[in-house]
């Protein structure tokens, strides 16, 4: 059973930051990439941004510049560190990962985390 667990989430006023985390658990035999989208209420679901296995990152244009990418495989873990926050950038967050599991290369998904910010 595979496992992504989001955290980081809150409220926090514009200008300010958050630092989000997703942890994938289970029996699986390596990652290919994980990511963080987010679907704010009405609005169809987004990708945020990305990395790979090989530490490549890209990010939604919307993002660039504030919103930075990372992981640490040690710990099977991506993180997504948010600054000069708009109420814009208000919405569900979701950690996306793409895993080997068996022979198969599959999507899944976390349960999410929200993400408010205030003006």
């Known amino acids: 059973q595979v496992q992504l667990v989001e955290s980081g989430g809150g409220l926090v006023q514009a200008g300010g930051s958050l630092r989000l985390s997703c942890a994938a658990s289970?029996?699986?035999?390596?990652?290919?990439?994980m990511g963080w989208y987010r679907q704010a209420p009405g609005k169809q679901r987004e990708l945020v941004a990305r990395i790979t296995s090989g530490g490549s990152t890209n990010y939604a244009d919307s993002v660039k510049g504030r919103f930075t990418i990372s992981r640490d495989n040690a710990k099977n873990t991506v993180y997504l560190q948010m600054s000069s926050l708009k109420p814009e950038d208000t919405a569900v967050y979701y950690c996306k990962a793409n895993l080997r599991v068996d022979i198969r290369f599959d999507d899944y998904w976390g349960k999410g985390t929200q993400v408010s910010v205030s003006s």
């Open positions: 289970g029996m699986f035999f390596s990652i290919t990439s």
